[in-house]
């Protein structure tokens, strides 16, 4: 074998680096099985994509040859190159061992006085791999680290300094990775534990790190020695922020500690600002900062320290601060005072243009002057409109405007369809009387259709399917819910024959849109409604939506999800009962009656057994059943122990004392009622004879209530068992018993009495009968 680990190499040359590469990570992977080495040939098995392949290295004149059992060439080739590496790796470690005495495994098995087990041998052949890997690459990473343990972080690529030259033997490799993971507060595994000397390793490795780390803490020392050099302000400076505002531009100005007036800031002033507040050498008020904030968007090529306002970013950015109430005095005009704050609004009015067809709106004030003119309009929760020297509020506008310059002309055929009543409506304007007049006005209703759609064949799940529509008065689908909200059905024409605009109510169709959130819906476009997985839950979550849905929302369920919505069944309770072939025992079943509905046993028994929860039935329908039963039906049955749970047609056994007690004759039939009340008069309840005056020993009490019940047994042809703790004397009370049967006979009809009991304690047996009852023959 020396002859192929020495043409290993000029063998591995013949591969592709990538083959060479996957073959290295399938050895250390493991997948090289079985590799048996013998003279002139090296076979093994290598695991290719949850496939076994042979491989089979041989010598031959023409040197070293490789086969398998693999058609395919790429594989083939990976497998042959990955024996070789294979066999490379286990020269190098049977050299590394020879060369260093025993092996980590050995040291480990005397530590422990055992071999190590399977899942220790595996953990040690890691190590192994990753020294060899280790002698090989001459470093180690992070990942090495975690193969050795899982918790280990991979924090770099760069190599891991854990030793200052490589380690010579496993135990060595050892000794450096446990006082890492011991640094990290990683567990070693437990049968590791103390092969490596943590602290030794920690004390021979401290010269070395605190070389490794002078230089570095050298530069560190020097880098503090030079920002101290750094002539830092003595007391944190106060400095005022506010914005000049214009309907041109707005500017960030600032006034420091002993400035009496505000200047403008430049770029260069607004980084140093930015700077001072970063190191705190700035005392700012919460005001002063919020307006520095929104200025430092420049700094990466945002608003900066001059805001253009020209509809964009600037604009949205100022009607964010003009919406704060504490940057009142912050928000300057050009006369350098805060901004007027009418308490009243503007408002919309309109009138009929000059031309035909057109609508002329304008702004104003609530005295019904004219608003000053241009406006900038500042979006947000509250529509604000910018003056020269006022904010105003007022009614909400088109997203896309930002500027108002005088009155806005709408064409009439805009406004002419619902949403531009609408419209006119929101913004307060009334409608023009040619408008007026067209108007016709429609209320929608919401219905929420529902039904259950055919099972996949292909996943076996079920699913219902709910589509919510928009009514007219007609009953004609107009809208329908959609993924995006509310959609029409079909595009329609406002424009009707009579000239007519219709403007529906659709105050109800906004109550109904989260009218599914109480399940799981998925929008599904082939069916174009909601689709809902019929789980087991299903039914109760149903019901209780159902139950709560909006008053105007009209519900239309198929077949099946309407049996949800159903009553429950009434089942009525009633106790056959049967003689067995003894006379002492009754077979009791209980019968339950449903009246209405066809269900087969199997069905009646999973409703009943459901506790009033839905059954799915063969016929696809969800149903349920109340039992009733009264307050006394319910403690007869547990008096009896017969619990509700048992399925109907399964037979109870009772005694005929258990029937008598109580009020059974309201759940038994009248048949079974009379037997039972016959027994009751035949039997004879109060058998307590008198102990025999042959008997030998004197019975407790407790022995004479024993002796009552077998007395009591036998005068009415019970069965009956004495069951007591041991050593109480059951076997006295029963030579009683037998005294008192003896007795109660003639001499002539005198019949044997026969004991079975087990053959140990036959003579206890014949020992009691001759103390206690000496007169018979045993």
Known sequence: MFDLATAIPGLLQQFLPTVRQEALRLVEDGAVLGLDEVEDEALAEVMLDQRAVNVRWAKGEAGWHGESDIEDAELHLLALC???????????????????????????????????????????????????????VGHILDQ????????????????????????????????????????????????????????????????????????????????????????????????????????????????????????????????????????????LETADELLLRACQAGEDGGLGEVWRMDGGAATAALAGLFHQPGLADRLVTLDEVPFARPATALRWTGRDGEGEGTLLMKLITEDGADAPLPLIILHGVETLYLSADTVFKGPRWLADEWRVEGEVSLPMPALASEDGINFLQQLGVEVPVTLGKRIRREELKVRLRAYCMAKSPLSGAEF????VEALDQRGVVKERLGDRGWAPVAQEETMLVEDAIICRDRGALLGAENVLNAFRVVHEGAVDGFRVRLTK???????????????????DCDTRLRSILADPLVARVRIEASQTETIDWFDLKMV?????????????????????????????????????????????????????????????????????????????????????????????????????????????????????????????????????DMGLGKTVQSIAWILWLRERKTAASEAPVLVVCPKSVLDVWATEFGKAAPSLRV
Not at 98 to 126: I, M, W
Not at 537 to 555: G, K, R
Request: net charge negative.
């Open 82 to 136: 990955a024996v070789l590496v294979a066999v490379q790796r286990r020269a190098a470690r049977e050299a590394a061992e020879a060369s260093t005495g025993p092996d980590l495994r050995e040291f480990v098995s005397l530590r422990l006085a055992r071999t190590v087990n399977p899942d220790e041998d595996a953990y040690l052949s890691k190590l192994e791999k990753r020294f060899l890997r280790v002698k090989q």
């Open 144 to 283: 090495d680290m975690v193969r050795l343990h899982p918790k280990w972080a991979i924090e770099s690529v760069e190599p891991l300094n854990l030793w200052p030259e490589i380690p010579a033997t496993v135990r060595e490799f050892w000794d450096y990775v446990a006082l890492a993971l011991f640094e990290k507060n990683l567990p070693v595994p437990s049968f590791l534990r103390g092969v490596a000397d943590v602290d030794a390793t920690r004390k021979r490795l401290h010269a070395w790190r605190q070389a490794h780390e002078l230089p570095l803490w050298r530069e560190r020392i020097r880098n503090f020695a030079l920002d101290g050099l750094r002539k830092l302000p003595k007391a944190r400076e106060r400095c005022q922020l506010r914005m000049m505002v214009t309907l041109a531009e707005t500017r960030l100005q600032s006034k420091r500690e002993g400035e009496d007036y505000f200047s403008h800031v430049d770029p260069v002033g607004l980084r140093r600002l930015y700077s001072e507040q970063m190191e705190g050498a700035l005392a």
């Open 464 to 467: 219902a399917v709910m589509q």
């Open 537 to 555: 839950d299903f039914p109760e979550q149903f019901q209780a939506w159902a139950a709560n849905l909006p008053a105007d929302v009209e519900l």
């Open 592 to 724: 339950f009656e449903i009246e209405g509905v066809d269900l087969k046993p199997a069905e009646l028994r999973r409703l009943i057994a459901a506790r009033g929860g839905f059954v799915l039935l063969a016929d696809g329908t969800w149903r349920r059943v109340k039992l009733e039963l009264t307050e006394e039906q319910v403690s007869l049955m547990e008096s009896m122990g017969i619990d509700l749970d048992e399925h109907a047609g399964e037979v109870h056994r009772l005694h005929w004392r258990q029937l008598a007690e109580g009020k059974a004759a309201e759940v038994i039939n009248p048949m079974a009622w009379q037997k039972v009340n016959e027994r009751l008069t035949q039997a004879n309840l109060e058998m307590k004879p008198d102990v025999s005056p042959n008997l030998g020993f004197t019975l407790r009490p407790y022995q004479v209530e024993g002796y009552h019940f077998l007395a009591y047994l036998a005068a009415n042809g019970f069965g009956g068992i004495l069951a007591d």
